[in-house]
């Protein structure tokens, strides 16, 4: 429950003692493991599964009663690396 309706982000190991992750990797093989499992699940998505769901996202946070929320969260610095995104959980929960 606390995963589910929390918001908040976890520490890798108490991430993988919860069972929230499948593995923890030294921050040195971070990159190279993400990148080769992401190409390996992008070659295995049909291109038009994935633009009919990038749209169907789109759609939903382009929802005018969304607007207010998703302008505060890019103001506070969302996508950025020294903004939100390091406690982006917490923040996406967040009420205006």
Same mark, same amino acid.
Do not use: C, W
């Given at each position: 429950m606390e995963i589910a309706v929390g918001g908040d *982000?976890?520490? @890798?190991? +108490?991430?993988?003692?919860?069972g929230y992750v499948n593995r923890v990797l030294p921050e040195d093989e971070l990159d190279d493991f993400?990148?080769?499992?992401?190409r390996r699940v992008a070659?295995?998505?049909?291109?038009? *599964?994935?633009? @009919?769901? +990038?749209a169907a996202f789109k759609r939903t946070a382009g929802r005018p009663e969304n607007a207010d929320h998703?302008?505060?969260?890019?103001?506070?610095?969302?996508?950025?690396?020294?903004?939100?995104?390091?406690?982006?959980?917490?923040?996406?929960?967040?009420?205006?």
């Amino acid at each position: 429950m606390e995963i589910a309706v929390g918001g908040d *982000d976890f520490p @890798a190991q +108490l991430a993988a003692e919860y069972g929230y992750v499948n593995r923890v990797l030294p921050e040195d093989e971070l990159d190279d493991f993400v990148d080769t499992f992401a190409r390996r699940v992008a070659g295995a998505i049909p291109a038009g *599964d994935y633009a @009919a769901a +990038l749209a169907a996202f789109k759609r939903t946070a382009g929802r005018p009663e969304n607007a207010d929320h998703v302008r505060s969260l890019f103001e506070r610095g969302l996508q950025q690396p020294d903004g939100i995104e390091l406690d982006v959980g917490k923040h996406v929960a967040e009420k205006l």
